[in-house]
T-cell receptor
Framework: GAVVSQHPSRVICKSGTSVKIECRSL??????MFWYRQFPKQSLMLMAT?????????EQGVEKDKFLINHASLTLSTLTVTSAHPEDSSFYIC??????????????FGPGTRLTVL | AQSVTQPDIHITVSEGASLELRCNYS??????LFWYVQSPGQGLQLLLK??????LVQGIKGFEAEFKRSQSSFNLRKPSVHWSDAAEYFC????????????FGTGTSLTVIP
């Protein structure tokens, strides 16, 4: 149980285009999903917290208009990188929190999406 | 402020040798603690977690970790390392409040030599 998927696993796009990344909780309902960014050889940096049915909360320094997050259902959150540029190239990882494990705050991580902007 | 420190950026061990990866945290109360492993180009796999109770927790792949409140540490150990253990290891602290935020350490890269 507690499986999180991401799609696509890899994407290459041209500079100036937009890319959408999906994060799905496959066998549980996730009221909260998190989006992280990871640069090569570095740790995960939290970008935003996505709550189902409400606006995402962005970390300081993360551009809301560039990284659009939508959490329309209890099993799906999307991250759209708008007008992508080469500096947006990174590994994006989502995680989801099972609402039935509220007291334990455990997050389940997706396999990540490698974005390359040419 | 909450933070996680992994003092060792890179560790090299021989196959069959024991392993200890260090993790120190700063948190105002008893945290939730996690260890994750990440292979190149892959997502995170949970090795083990501590929420409460017994301070020595067992995880997958023969790993264990011990929570030491007095030292604010949660070190990961394995008695005999296998070549397949080569990967990046991340320690994380989860907040017990409604923020639910995870704080990750900078990671320790493990190389296993034959």
């Amino acid at each position: 149980g507690a499986v999180v998927s991401q799609h696509p696993s890899r994407v290459i796009c041209k500079s100036g285009t937009s890319v959408k990344i999906e994060c799905r909780s496959l066998d549980f309902q996730a009221t909260t999903m998190f989006w992280y960014r990871q640069f090569p050889k570095q740790s995960l940096m939290l970008m935003a917290t996505s709550n189902e049915g409400s606006k995402a909360t962005y970390e300081q320094g993360v551009e809301k208009d560039k990284f659009l997050i939508n959490h329309a259902s209890l099993t799906l959150s999307t991250l759209t990188v708008t007008s992508a540029h080469p500096e947006d190239s990174s590994f994006y990882i989502c995680s989801a929190r099972d609402q039935w494990q509220h007291s334990y705050n455990e997050q389940f991580f997706g396999p990540g999406t490698r974005l390359t902007v040419l | 402020a909450q933070s996680v420190t992994q003092p060792d950026i890179h560790i090299t061990v021989s196959e069959g040798a024991s392993l200890e990866l260090r993790c120190n945290y700063s948190y105002g109360a008893t945290p939730y603690l996690f260890w994750y492993v990440q292979s190149p180009g892959q997502g995170l796999q949970l090795l083990l977690k501590y929420f409460s109770g017994d301070t020595l927790v067992q995880g997958i792949k023969g790993f264990e970790a011990e929570f030491k409140r007095s030292q604010s540490s949660f070190n990961l150990r394995k008695p005999s390392v296998h070549w397949s253990d080569a990967a990046e290891y991340f320690c994380a602290v989860g907040a017990r409040n409604t923020g639910n935020q995870f704080y990750f350490g900078t990671g320790t890269s493990l190389t296993v030599i034959p």
